[in-house]
């Protein structure tokens, strides 16, 4: 293709308001006729990027191949588009004035007057350039960060106002994602905020070509009228966006509004019959599933739900799978430092201890890891959850009284985890844990190797600790096996236990490569082992009391 086109997609009215979702189900739209889309964030915020931010402020961070610590909508637009993004898939404000001051320091603007406007918009043009050429992309959609009228937001806003003359017309779309509100008892729908939204846009000198509108209640004629007349977007590129039962139903509701079909119109670009019929068969077994599992998520984070959103989004994927639905209990790990964990986890199928820095909840994982051992529930541990997996182990079964991480406890008789040798007097906090995708080797015939189905695997990684390898060969004499290692066997990756039904943990995150349309194998037989677990234990109260 001779010129790639760009599509930028803004929110107004409200943050949170779904502008990664809806770039994403566009996206998956102009992917299923063909297209290739490179998907970028633009986050106004000044960190460099998302690795020091608190998750109950900002959600999970999601870590690419290549190792950035990015926005979650990352997740998003690789769950919806099957992409892998890169570091340049996500810019902050804080790395683009990082950019530019480095080449101020350099002399490579030849003693100019370093300003907003040229030398910030540039840079954030030049960015979005470079995303296009290096996935040679047909589309590139770019989100904006933000509600219109922060402050923060204008540098990237006048970026994308004048991108439009930079790359012509004809090139460039803008979408503006909205929130239409209703009111009173009658649920009276009000159209004021998206006017407004749009006016404001309009001053910094972008009228959008589509109106994505967020509500609860569909929009009748007269209102898409009413909305069209005030913001001057064509009645037919005023799309509402409902709320659904599963948000991988919106690209199929985007697609049914016309949204691909008004895109590809707007850019030029042939149309053709969209290939959504695998998109079609995730939705309906999600939506109407045949069976049913109760998975506990044990975490210290759960007030903020997004801080494990790929894990829950990997549950509903692995479901699919199994034709299955996953219902997730959300339980906050220090809550089972005070009650009973067998009184708390009984009614569960399956239990997962996820990742979380720091000592608040540390003693309820344990306990959750010690219930699912010993009464045989189907188990898997994400990072922290793997180190806490084994340092439960060494307590309660190699008989290492005080084994702990050095992370928690300095002084631990048992530093059975501790700190990667290369992280040792770092002192920088962002950017410097291990970080991306390594390689790990798994002995042949354990359950790791079963799961995968394979013997060399890739996975994202984002810790500063470790195994202890002083006490790898104390561990397997008990009986725990080191089922993945790097390749030159220096960090473990896997540990399991072979006499139990399914007890699995990973160093990685596998969350983040889990897909709709290829759920992660380590989801994929967590299911199966909380579905098959289900079955053996399911009972009629009534018959048993008969009998």
Not at 218 to 225: G, H, M, N, S, T
Not at 260 to 266: D, G
Request: charged fraction near 25%.
């Amino acid at each position: 293709m001779s010129s790639t086109k760009y599509i930028f997609v803004t929110g107004g009215v409200v943050s949170s308001i779904g502008k990664g979702i809806a770039a994403a189900s566009l996206g998956r739209l102009l992917r299923s006729r063909g297209y290739t889309v490179a998907p970028l964030k633009m986050d106004p915020y000044i960190n460099v990027d998302a690795g020091t931010m608190n998750p109950y402020q900002h959600g999970e961070v999601f870590v690419t191949d290549d190792g950035a610590e990015t926005d979650l909508d990352l997740g998003h637009y690789e769950r919806f588009l099957d992409v892998n993004c890169t570091r340049n898939s996500n810019v902050t404000t804080g790395r683009i004035y990082k950019s530019v001051i480095d080449k101020e320091r350099r002399g490579d603007y030849l003693g100019a007057t370093v300003q907003v406007i040229p030398h910030i918009t540039d840079e954030i043009k030049e960015h979005i350039r470079r995303v296009g050429r290096e996935q040679n992309a047909d589309i590139v959609i770019v989100e904006v960060g933000g509600t219109v009228g922060d402050i923060e937001s204008l540098p990237f806003l006048e970026a994308i106002r004048q991108f439009r003359k930079d790359a012509g017309a004809e090139n460039v779309m803008y979408v503006h994602v909205t929130l239409i509100p209703t009111v009173g008892r009658w649920d009276e729908i009000k159209t004021k905020p998206t006017q407004h939204s749009v006016i404001k846009l309009r001053e910094i000198g972008i009228t959008p070509d589509v109106l994505i509108c967020r509500t609860r209640v569909p929009l009748p004629d007269d209102v898409r009228a009413k909305i069209s007349l005030f913001t001057d977007v064509a009645q037919n590129a005023v799309i509402e966006s409902l709320d659904v039962e599963t948000i991988y139903e919106i690209p199929l509701l985007f697609e049914q509004a016309g949204l691909a079909r008004l895109t590809l119109r707007r850019l030029g670009l042939p149309d053709a019959p969209p290939d959504l019929a695998e998109w079609e068969r995730i939705v309906q077994r999600i939506k109407r599933p045949s069976a049913r599992c109760r998975i506990a998520l044990v975490g210290k984070y759960i007030e903020n739900r997004d801080s494990y959103l790929s894990i829950a989004e990997s549950f509903h994927h692995a479901g699919a799978a199994h034709d299955a639905a996953v219902e997730i209990e959300w339980i906050d790990s220090s809550e089972l430092e005070h009650v009973d964990a067998a009184e708390r986890l009984r009614h569960v199928d399956g239990i997962l201890v996820a990742h979380g820095f720091g000592a608040r909840g540390v003693e309820g994982k344990l306990n959750a890891i010690r219930y699912a051992r010993e009464n045989g529930v189907p188990f898997y541990g994400i990072c922290y959850g793997m180190q806490m997996a084994v340092i439960e182990f060494a307590r309660h079964v190699a008989g290492l009284e005080g084994a702990h991480t050095e992370e928690v406890d300095h002084n631990t008789p048992h530093p059975v985890i501790h700190l990667l040798p290369e992280q040792r007097g770092i002192g920088d906090k962002g950017g410097t844990m291990r970080l991306g995708a390594y390689p790990c080797r798994l002995q042949p015939n354990s359950l790791a190797a079963r799961v995968y189905g394979d013997t060399v695997i890739y996975e994202r990684h984002r810790h500063r600790y470790e195994v202890n390898n002083e006490y790898r060969a104390l561990l397997e004499r008990y009986g725990m096996v080191f089922s993945g290692v790097s390749p030159d066997n220096r960090l473990v990756e896997m540990v399991e236990l072979p006499e139990h039904p399914f007890f699995l943990a990973g160093q990685f995150h596998p969350e983040f490569k889990s897909r709709p349309n290829r759920p992660h194998p380590v989801f994929v037989g967590l299911v199966r082992a909380a579905l098959e677990r289900r079955h053996q234990h399911a009972y009629t109260p009534a018959l048993v009391e008969q009998g």
